[in-house]
């Protein structure tokens, strides 16, 4: 069974940093792009970077030169760092990952279960 599992968040007080991972596990012939979502009550969940295999990324211009995105493709594993963090980056974080299962076949969409990052003095 292919998921993929999130960890690190928690609470920090505005100014402090967390990073998060997600690793996939199973049966995974090849991971495409890896991303980073949130989503914070009461709003839809928005795009907060995205990484491709060869190490392209991409943010959201409210995230811009707080938080990196990487990943280690040895360790099926994507990262994200985040630095100066503010009580409105307060959200349900969730990876996201396009997988292939079996060669030759299409790309399949999976979400991680999301971990909670709250910033709050």
């Known amino acids: 069974q292919v998921q993929l599992v999130e960890s690190g968040g928690g609470s920090v007080q505005p100014g402090g940093s967390l990073r998060l991972s997600c690793t996939a596990s199973?049966?995974?012939?090849?991971?495409?792009?890896m991303a980073w979502y949130r989503q914070a009550p009461g709003k839809q969940r928005e795009l907060v970077a995205t990484?491709?295999?060869?190490?392209?990324?991409n943010y959201a211009d409210s995230v811009k030169d707080r938080i990196t995105i990487s990943r280690d493709n040895a360790k099926n594993t994507v990262y994200l760092q985040m630095n100066s963090l503010k009580p409105e980056d307060t959200a349900v974080y969730y990876c996201?990952?396009?997988?292939?299962?079996?060669?030759?076949?299409?790309?399949?969409?999976?979400w991680g279960q999301g971990t909670q990052v709250t910033v709050s003095s």
């Open positions: 996201n990952a396009l997988l292939i299962l079996t060669p030759g076949t299409m790309t399949r969409n999976y």
């Open positions: 990484i491709t295999s060869g190490g392209s990324t």
């Open positions: 199973g049966s995974i012939f090849s991971i495409y792009g």
